[in-house]
C-alpha cells in the first residue's frame, strides 16, 4: 500500500464511521408510543379497555373515565382493606 492510498484509507475511515453512526437514529430524542394522541382505542377487546384507563388515570381525565364504565359498575375492594381501614365492601358508579 502505498502513502498516498493509507492516507486516503485514513480519511475515509472516520467519515464513513460518521455516516454510519448518524444514520442509525442514535441521537434521536424518542417520541410517544401512544399512537392515539388522546384517543380512546376501540373497546374491542379487554387490553384496549384497560389501555384505555390507564389513560385516563395517568391524564387525569375523569370525563373520559367514566364514560369507560358502565352504569351498573361495582368496585369489590379487597377484604383486608375492609377491614384494616372500615371501609366498605364495594361501591358503585356513582361514588367512583
Known amino acids: 500500500m502505498t502513502c498516498h492510498s493509507r492516507r486516503a484509507a485514513a ?6 464511521l ?13 417520541t410517544t408510543s401512544d399512537p392515539r394522541d388522546g384517543e380512546f382505542l376501540p373497546p ?3 387490553r384496549s379497555v384497560v389501555e ?17 364504565l358502565d352504569d351498573d359498575f361495582t368496585f369489590y375492594l379487597d377484604q383486608d382493606d375492609v377491614q384494616d381501614f372500615g371501609l ?7 361514588e367512583e
Not at 460518521?18 to 424518542?30: G, Q
Not at 384505555?52 to 369507560?68: E, S
Request: hydrophobic share 45%.
Open 11 to 16: 480519511l475515509l475511515l472516520p467519515v464513513a
Open 44 to 46: 374491542t377487546d379487554p
Open 88 to 94: 366498605p365492601e364495594s361501591w358503585g358508579y356513582d
Open 52 to 68: 384505555n384507563i390507564a389513560w385516563c388515570y395517568n391524564n387525569a381525565d375523569i370525563d373520559r373515565y367514566t364514560l369507560l
Open 18 to 30: 460518521v455516516l454510519l453512526v448518524s444514520s442509525c437514529d442514535l441521537w434521536k430524542v424518542p
